[in-house]
């Protein structure tokens, strides 16, 4: 290893110095693999690096093999990233030794609490922004699920938003979250529950994994996510995938990916969210696209004035497949009117 980075939450960017690719743009996580140092020999995964991918483009430090670091001690049973070399004990906010097992045992209900899903991380920090330019005196919980990047500590939205969050829940096979769940239904009530969330936001972790046919890509688990959402008795509120950007035809428009996964998948039903001020052309492509959508799933149209001026002062870099703001405008947009319209159906304290 030549030299340190940027180092945020549970990462650390570094390079390495690899006999017949020269300098390799490298990271790790300390929590699994300690801290590496200047001079030190780590063993890599170069997969991700070698396909040179967009928002995992790294190559992984699997070991410091000469500083190991020590054999975790606990506490916690929960494994993560299960059966991979990599697996890692966690301390689930579910399991029987910890202080909040009996309020999860116990609770069975949202309580109608509002749930932004999209299927995309980079919604995010969009979607909070919209719910907090409606009402910045709500809590707002993440939920992060394992179809993307399963350490937390990966995302630097999350590093920078923090502050802004009433906490960071990580489900299934993701790990890192300020909470850790074993499935996203325990995950969602921990929000209510544990964190105390007025609104809660679920996606993927950073990542995204498609191939471009109907069914073969990772956000089609926003789909489950809203019919989990439903089964507890909360809302469920769908940010669509809007571009008038992306150059794949199918993502133009109301992207195929919110479609089918709110379309087809979210069989209980989802508010869709449709941003006002999208431009006539695109506006009529939209709902043209939504027209087709079963009745179970209720379209809305939000007004977004003050929208845009908020989202241009993100804390975090708006980015999403490579493209930022304003030039992804219409995608931003779409998750913060999801946002809003959130915040405005949080149960009054007497609806609970």
Same mark, same amino acid.
Request: aromatic share 4%; hydrophobic share 45%; net charge negative.
């Given at each position: 290893?030549?030299?340190?980075?940027?180092?945020?939450?549970?990462?650390?960017?570094?390079?390495?110095?690899?006999?017949?690719?020269?300098?390799?743009?490298?990271?790790?996580?300390?929590?699994?693999?300690?801290?590496?140092?200047?001079?030190?020999?780590?063993?890599?995964?170069?997969?991700?690096?070698?396909?040179?991918?967009?928002?995992?483009?790294?190559?992984?430090?699997?070991?410091?093999?000469?500083?190991?670091?020590?054999?975790?001690?606990?506490?916690?049973?929960?494994?993560?990233?299960?059966?991979?070399?990599?697996?890692?004990?966690?301390?689930?906010?579910?399991?029987?030794?910890?202080?909040?097992?009996?309020?999860?045992?116990?609770?069975?209900?949202?309580?109608?609490?509002?749930?932004?899903?999209?299927?995309?991380?980079?919604?995010?920090?969009?979607?909070?922004?919209?719910?907090?330019?409606?009402?910045?005196?709500?809590?707002?919980?993440?939920?992060?699920?394992?179809?993307?990047?399963?350490?937390?500590?990966?995302?630097?939205?999350?590093?920078? /938003? @923090?502050?802004?969050?009433?906490?960071?829940?990580? !489900?299934?096979?993701?790990?890192? %979250?300020?909470? #850790? $769940?074993?499935? *996203?239904?325990?995950?969602?009530?921990?929000?209510?529950?544990?964190?105390?969330?007025?609104?809660?936001?679920?996606?993927?972790?950073?990542?995204?994994?498609?191939?471009?046919?109907?069914?073969?890509?990772?956000?089609?688990?926003?789909?489950?996510?809203?019919?989990?959402?439903?089964?507890?008795?909360?809302?469920?509120?769908?940010?669509?995938?809007?571009?008038?950007?992306?150059?794949?035809?199918?993502?133009?428009?109301?992207?195929?990916?919110?479609?089918?996964?709110?379309?087809?998948?979210?069989?209980?039903?989802?508010?869709?969210?449709?941003?006002?001020?999208?431009?006539?052309?695109?506006?009529?492509?939209?709902?043209?696209? /939504? @027209?087709?959508?079963?009745?179970?799933?209720?379209? !809305?149209?939000?007004?977004?004035? %003050?929208?845009? #001026? $908020?989202?241009? *002062?993100?804390?975090?870099?708006?980015?999403?497949?490579?493209?930022?703001?304003?030039?992804?405008?219409?995608?931003?947009?779409?998750?913060?009117?999801?946002?809003?319209?959130?915040?405005?159906?949080?149960?009054?304290?007497?609806?609970?």
């Amino acid at each position: 290893m030549t030299a340190t980075g940027r180092s945020w939450r549970d990462a650390l960017e570094l390079t390495v110095q690899v006999p017949g690719d020269g300098e390799v743009r490298s990271l790790a996580h300390p929590s699994l693999v300690g801290v590496p140092e200047v001079g030190d020999e780590v063993l890599l995964n170069t997969t991700a690096w070698a396909q040179r991918l967009g928002t995992g483009g790294y190559a992984l430090v699997v070991a410091v093999p000469d500083r190991l670091p020590p054999d975790p001690a606990g506490p916690g049973h929960l494994v993560k990233a299960r059966y991979t070399p990599m697996q890692v004990s966690v301390q689930g906010v579910d399991e029987q030794d910890t202080e909040h097992h009996a309020a999860i045992a116990e609770a069975d209900d949202l309580g109608g609490m509002p749930v932004v899903v999209a299927d995309l991380h980079s919604a995010l920090p969009a979607a909070l922004i919209g719910v907090f330019a409606t009402d910045p005196d709500l809590r707002v919980a993440y939920v992060m699920t394992d179809g993307g990047a399963l350490v937390a500590g990966f995302s630097r939205t999350l590093h920078t /938003l @923090a502050r802004s969050l009433a906490g960071v829940v990580t !489900v299934g096979q993701a790990f890192g %979250g300020d909470l #850790e $769940a074993v499935t *996203l239904h325990s995950g969602l009530l921990a929000a209510k529950h544990v964190l105390g969330a007025d609104v809660t936001i679920v996606t993927q972790g950073p990542g995204n994994l498609g191939t471009g046919t109907p069914w073969g890509f990772s956000g089609v688990a926003a789909g489950e996510a809203c019919n989990a959402v439903s089964v507890l008795g909360g809302e469920p509120i769908g940010a669509l995938r809007i571009s008038d950007a992306d150059p794949r035809p199918r993502h133009r428009g109301v992207s195929h990916h919110s479609l089918t996964a709110f379309g087809r998948v979210a069989l209980a039903g989802v508010t869709l969210v449709a941003p006002r001020g999208l431009g006539s052309e695109l506006g009529s492509q939209v709902d043209e696209d /939504l @027209a087709s959508q079963p009745e179970r799933n209720e379209v !809305v149209w939000v007004d977004t004035e %003050g929208l845009d #001026e $908020a989202l241009q *002062l993100s804390p975090v870099t708006l980015s999403t497949m490579g493209r930022g703001w304003p030039e992804e405008r219409a995608y931003f947009l779409a998750a913060a009117a999801a946002g809003r319209y959130a915040a405005v159906q949080v149960p009054l304290p007497d609806e609970t």
